[in-house]
């Protein structure tokens, strides 16, 4: 596999009991990278992570049950990671929730709560994380076309989005010089159990099929090849992007 075989590397992936951390973790671990993998609340889906790793030839990965809401839970993340593993080489900042609420009903709470996981835990992780990096580590944020696009119920997880977009440019430039990259992933629809809370589910999927031009919607073992290309020494020139995996939706009018 050369550039694509990871094989000794160390790998965190929040959120891996969702679909897309899941191929990121199946991904990563297939091709001989040790994996630790965070969730919150979903055993079932921890548990599929698991299965589909050991069938996938992976070694089993070290769990880590974090609500990132909270202020100590990226540091005890970075810990429990450390400890296993002694450093990381590739940080996937996947997890992500919010509040789908018109932005005239969303209290100080849902935005707390939506800042917090998808864009605070992204910089806490990183700060902690990136000094036992070397030349060639990298770091991934998950992110969606609702950073740049108004999208309806979704206002508070688009400005976390953006935020999350700004950091990865910013923490792009600053870690650069330590032969470090930092991008973003934007997907597109993906039917995923995220979307099982938009009001508006069904017509999402069925105009993401419709309307992208290569004819299907994404999934999140597209996500995962992406983050695949882009860990290799072959993306050392991609930095501070956001790279859309969508199968060319976002260029539509
Ligand atoms: N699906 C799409 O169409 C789509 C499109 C664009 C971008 N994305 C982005 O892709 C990423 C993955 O999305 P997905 O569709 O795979 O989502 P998902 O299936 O809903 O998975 C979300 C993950 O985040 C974890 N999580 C949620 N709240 C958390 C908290 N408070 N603390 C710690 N972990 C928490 C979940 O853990 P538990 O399940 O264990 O609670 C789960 O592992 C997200 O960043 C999302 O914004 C998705």
Redesign the pocket.
């Known amino acids: 596999m050369g550039e694509l075989d990871f094989s000794g590397r160390r790998v965190l992936v929040?959120?891996?009991?969702?679909?897309?951390?899941r191929a990121l973790c199946v991904a990563f671990g297939s091709r001989g990278a040790r994996v630790a993998m965070?969730?919150?609340?979903?055993?079932e889906?921890?548990r599929a992570t698991e299965v589909a790793m050991a069938e996938a030839g992976a070694e089993a990965p070290v769990v880590i049950r974090?609500?990132?809401?909270d202020k100590s839970?990226s540091a005890e993340v970075a810990e429990a990671t450390l400890e296993a593993f002694g450093g990381v080489d590739f940080f996937f900042?996947?997890?992500?929730?919010g509040v789908l609420r018109p932005a005239m009903e969303l209290t100080s709470r849902h935005w707390d709560w939506t800042m917090d996981?998808?864009a605070r835990?992204f910089l806490a992780l990183t700060q902690a994380l990136a000094p036992t990096m070397g030349p060639g580590g990298r770091i991934m944020a998950?992110?969606?076309?609702g950073s740049v696009r108004a999208i309806e119920h979704y206002a508070a997880?688009g400005a976390s989005?953006a935020a999350l977009e700004s950091l990865v440019r910013h923490l792009a430039m600053e870690l650069g010089p330590r032969g470090i990259t930092v991008n973003a992933i934007?997907?597109?629809?993906?039917?995923?159990?995220?979307?099982i809370h938009f009001p508006q589910r069904a017509q999402l999927l069925e105009v993401a099929a419709m309307r992208t031009p290569n004819g299907r919607i994404?999934t999140?073992e597209d996500?995962a090849a992406v983050a695949v290309l882009l860990a290799s020494p072959l993306a050392a020139m991609i930095q501070g992007q956001t790279i859309a995996v969508d199968g060319g939706y976002s260029i539509l009018a």
């Open positions: 929040t959120g891996g009991s969702g679909d897309i951390g965070t969730y919150f609340s979903d055993h889906g921890k974090c609500n990132l809401r839970a900042s996947n997890a992500a929730s996981v998808n835990s998950l992110t969606s076309t997880v989005k934007s997907p597109g629809v993906v039917d995923t159990k995220a979307l994404t999140p996500v």
